[in-house]
Structure formats: structure tokens, C-alpha cells
């Protein structure tokens, strides 16, 4: 059970490139596929106990059965995806989308278990140093996906919730499939690793507040949409400069992938806080295509796609030596 999640992405890996090859899916597209496929069960294996549990909070260190669940079913759920998002929008293509949206329910289902049991202990738990605030970050990780799911099958059905355009409602899948997965396990990741210092529990709060924050403030407000952007923005470049010096401390392969991480992170924040002002200011720079292309891709593959790999690399065992 322990390496079925690298198994899995593994398996994801060779499906998502097979798709890309052979059918030539729109960019969106193929950054929506590649979270279900490769990402998440690389940051399911992150987020279990391993040889370091005992430092891990005790609803951790034996997984529930529906987290077992979830590891068991991430592949044969995801499997379809590619196929969902290659046919025609309509019935055919939701139904093969459909089984995705249901481990995303599940997934949040177990989101909401955690952060019943962080509630346990008491709100003042995620004000004082400890591990809470990146516990509520990894719960935060696991339930945002099932939001992404939503505006996925209304893409496949091609419904335009609130009037919106089919870019954004596509865009706010993957926004919810990257910025709402990623960020805040890795901002989770990282408290777990070390949660005495207070940037990193405050950059696991932010991650929580700020990545839902986006959608309502592009619904409802753009004065909002503005300060959620940059509230995002400054705790993902947070979360980046945490990846950089976690770099130092691993072994190189895991910390090249944590260092390029952490780059392409600090990077597309950049591109994110530039738009958000822009798009405020009537003229968004860069312009939504480029957004897909550099913000998208560097967030996805760079950040989310390199960052996961850090997390679950192992160093190669060295040959011992014989007296």
C-alpha cells in the first residue's frame, strides 16, 4: 500500500504522455489531466505517515480506511479523464469525467474529517506555533479539488455558471486542481517539516484563505479579486522560498527538483500578481493566452509536477562497504 501512490503516478505519467502524443489536446487541457494523473497520487504518497511518523499528529499515523480508499481508487478514477476532456462537450464526455468528480467528493469528504479533529482542539491551536496551521493547509489540499471537479463537468456539459465564459469556467477547474492542490500540501509539507518558525504557519493560513478567495473576488468583486490575487501571490512565493531552503538540506536529486520547485513557483507568482493588477487596471499583462501558457504551465509542471516529485524522491542507496 505504501508505494502504490509512486506506482500509480508512474502509470499516470505514461498515460497523460501517451494522450499528449497521440491525440494533441488543447494546453488547458492537458494541465487539468496531468493533476488527477501524476500529481496527486505523488502528494497522497507525501502526505502518509512514513519513517518519520512519530513526529506526525496522531490522526496520521494510522490512515483512516478512507484515505486508503482514496489511494486505491486516485488510478482507475483518473484513468478516464483523458478521454473526458478528448470528446465533444456533452453527455459521453461528463459521464467520463464523472468518476474523477467522485473521488474528488470522497477526497473532501476526508478533507472535512480533518479539519472536524483540528476543531477538537480549538481554533487558538492554529494561532499558537505548531503543527496545526499546516494541517489545516493539507485538508485544505485535499477538499479544494472537489470545487475543481465541479466547473470541470460544466465545461464537459457546457454550461457557463454565472455567465461566464468557457475559458474561465475551464481555467477555474484547473485553478482548482493546481493552485488549490498544491499550494497548500506543500504549505502543509512544509509546517510538518519545521512548524516552529511563524512564516511558514502564516503562509499555510494565507494558502487556505486566498485560494478560494480568487473565485469569489472574479464573482463578485474586482477590488476583491485584486487582494486575493496578491494575498495568494505573496503566500505562494512564501511557500516557494520554502521549497529553495528545504533544497539545501536534501539529497541532490530531491533538492534540484525542490530548488526548480521553488523557482518556478516564485515565478509564477510573479506572472499571477502581474495579471491581477493589470486585469484591475483594465489592461492585464500579460493577456489571458499567455496567462494559460507561462502561468499555467510554470505552476503545473514546474512548481506542482517538480515539487511533488521533491516531496516523495528518495536519495539512491549508497553500495555498502565491506571491512
Known amino acids: 500500500m505504501a508505494q502504490l501512490p509512486r506506482k500509480a503516478a508512474l502509470a499516470g505519467t505514461l ?29 497522497l504518497q507525501a502526505i ?33 479523464l483523458p478521454l473526458g476532456l478528448s470528446l465533444r462537450p456533452g453527455g459521453l464526455a461528463m459521464l467520463a469525467c464523472l468518476p474523477w468528480a467522485a473521488w474528488t467528493v470522497l477526497a473532501a469528504a476526508e478533507a472535512l474529517r480533518r479539519v472536524i479533529a483540528l476543531l477538537r482542539r ?43 465564459s468557457p475559458l474561465i469556467v475551464i481555467l477555474t477547474a484547473a485553478h482548482f486542481h493546481h493552485a488549490g492542490l ?19 504557519r502564516a503562509c499555510a493560513l494565507a494558502v487556505v484563505l486566498a485560494v478560494p478567495l480568487v473565485a469569489v473576488g472574479i464573482t463578485a468583486s474586482p477590488q476583491l479579486e485584486l487582494v486575493a490575487a496578491w494575498l495568494t501571490a505573496a503566500a ?36 499571477a500578481a502581474s495579471y491581477a493588477l493589470g486585469e484591475f487596471g483594465g489592461v492585464p499583462v500579460p493577456d489571458i493566452a499567455s496567462m494559460v501558457q507561462l502561468h499555467g504551465a510554470v505552476n503545473a509542471l514546474g512548481f506542482g509536477l517538480l515539487g511533488a516529485w521533491s516531496w516523495t524522491a528518495k536519495a539512491p542507496e549508497l553500495p555498502s562497504s565491506s571491512a
Request: proline share 12%; aromatic share 6%.
Open 182 to 200: 498544491s499550494l497548500p500540501l506543500f504549505s502543509g509539507l512544509l509546517v510538518r517539516r519545521d512548524p516552529e518558525p511563524w512564516i511558514w
Open 122 to 164: 480549538g481554533p487558538a491551536a492554529l494561532l499558537r506555533p505548531g503543527p496545526a496551521p499546516g494541517e489545516l493547509a493539507i485538508a485544505a489540499g485535499l477538499g479544494f479539488p472537489v470545487i475543481g471537479s465541479a466547473w470541470l463537468l460544466c465545461d464537459r456539459l457546457e454550461l457557463q455558471p454565472l455567465g461566464f
Open 48 to 80: 502518509e505517515p512514513g519513517s518519520d511518523a512519530e513526529s506526525r499528529p496522531e490522526s496520521e499515523r494510522r490512515p483512516a480506511r478512507l484515505m486508503q480508499a482514496l489511494r486505491l481508487a486516485q488510478l482507475p478514477c483518473a484513468l478516464f
Open 236 to 271: 505562494g512565493a512564501g511557500v516557494g522560498v520554502g521549497m529553495l531552503l528545504r533544497a539545501r538540506e536534501l539529497p541532490t536529486i530531491p533538492g534540484l527538483l525542490s530548488a526548480l520547485s521553488g523557482a518556478s513557483v516564485l515565478a509564477g507568482m510573479v506572472f
Open 15 to 43: 498515460v497523460w504522455i501517451a494522450w499528449l502524443l497521440v491525440i494533441g489536446p488543447p494546453t488547458v487541457a492537458v494541465l487539468v489531466a496531468i493533476s488527477p494523473l501524476v500529481i496527486v497520487p505523488l502528494l
